[in-house]
């Protein structure tokens, strides 16, 4: 039978995997790349494998010590199930030798790194985030595209946090979904099931819109978002979506975007987590919880179920502190006034009238005369 070189160059995998469904195709891609990964640092042909090579594949998998032995079944059957689908037949994950290997992965594999937890964002990253944005929306037309992408990850992860949205919905809300009217109000409507505040109908889609009044904050993120929206239409005329600029809208969009706001904030999560899409509604949840907010209004604005048990189970972390920042944020759910605007004051000379101008003259010409520096 024809050799096929590892890493399967004619993409034959590629196609016989779409004969799968979605969950399975993304699963068993991703374990099948994981062995291709090994043959290629081991200099092996994963198509045709050998029993040999799959017994070290799973030593290496062992001391990578990131995959249980109860979870080992995808990484073998894929190996299987690709040089079936692709005429071969030997089972290379079948035999003595990989049933060995097996019985001995749980007692020599190293004990399994956790995966880093996943914290809550602080409500200070998402203001250090408002005041980037505050900074950048002052530049050029020219300069600010330059930043776009940089932008397009501040806001969203700022709208994100404040409704406590899925990420989701965020990085796929469609150009009508906020609603710009800064005489009245700043409106984000995001897709939901939840059609009704005292519902929780699954089957019937629905628009739920979160509104905040006229303030001196929100005009601030209303003028933010129209700057971006007015400079994103202006590079990408044909978006469907209002974080898209050009690319493919995608429902993990978000997880992208994360990282890019995170640096241009100097942010960084301490050793033991990381922060993640989830830390974003876990944030909001408890920031306005221990603001005192209602359940029934905090999951409404969120989006949640009104009779959900998994909020505080999942989400709410008890031990958040209010803070300046979560004030500066959600002060308005619990009627706190505004926080006060920094209103630029022109500086006023100290010598306004004619005669005070000329003295001012005077000096300046005559100190050069007398040595003053």
């Given amino acids: 039978m024809e050799r096929i070189a590892p890493g399967d160059p004619d993409g034959l995998t590629d196609w016989i995997g779409q004969s799968l469904s979605a969950g399975s195709y993304r699963t068993y891609g991703g374990t099948w790349r994981m062995f291709q990964k090994y043959c290629d640092e081991a ?181 933010m978002l129209i700057r971006y929206d007015r400079m994103r239409r202006r590079v990408c005329s044909r978006a469907t979506h209002f974080f898209n600029l050009g690319e493919k809208a995608r429902g993990d969009a978000f997880a992208r975007w994360l990282p890019v706001a995170l640096r241009a904030v100097g942010a960084a999560a301490p050793p033991n987590g990381h922060y993640a899409p989830k830390s974003f509604r876990s944030g909001f949840a408890s920031v306005v919880t221990a603001m005192n907010v209602s359940p029934d209004r905090r999951n409404y604005i969120a989006g949640w179920a009104a009779n959900s048990h998994a909020v505080g189970t999942h989400y709410v972390d008890n031990s958040v502190v209010v803070d300046d920042a979560a004030r500066f944020l959600f002060g308005h759910l619990i009627g706190l006034p505004p926080p006060p605007v920094e209103v630029p004051v022109a500086p006023v000379a100290p010598w306004s009238s004619p005669l005070a101008n000329l003295a001012s003259r005077l000096v300046t010409l005559v100190s050069p005369l007398r040595g003053d520096t």
């Fill in 43 to 223: 200099g092996v042909c994963s198509l045709p494998a050998t029993s040999y090579t799959v017994a070290c594949y799973l030593k290496w998998l062992g001391e990578r010590g990131t995959v249980q032995k109860k979870s080992l079944k995808p990484y073998l059957s894929v190996i299987n199930t690709v040089h079936k689908d692709l005429g071969y037949r030997q089972r290379p994950a079948i035999g003595a030798l990989v049933k060995s290997m097996k019985q001995a992965y749980g007692r020599k594999v190293i004990r399994i790194r956790p995966a880093p937890r996943i914290l809550v964002m602080p409500a200070r990253i998402i203001l250090d985030m408002w005041r980037r944005v505050e900074k950048l929306t002052a530049l050029p037309d020219l300069e600010y595209i330059t930043k776009l992408p940089e932008i397009r990850a501040l806001l969203a992860c700022i709208v994100c946090y404040i409704t406590g949205s899925r990420p989701s919905s965020i990085a796929l809300l469609p150009l009508t979904g906020v609603a710009f009217a800064l005489g009245s109000e700043l409106g984000i409507q995001r897709s939901y099931v939840k059609t009704a505040p005292d519902a929780c109908d699954f089957d019937v889609p629905g628009r739920r819109t979160v509104s905040w009044p006229v303030t001196a904050t929100w005009q601030t993120l209303g003028r």
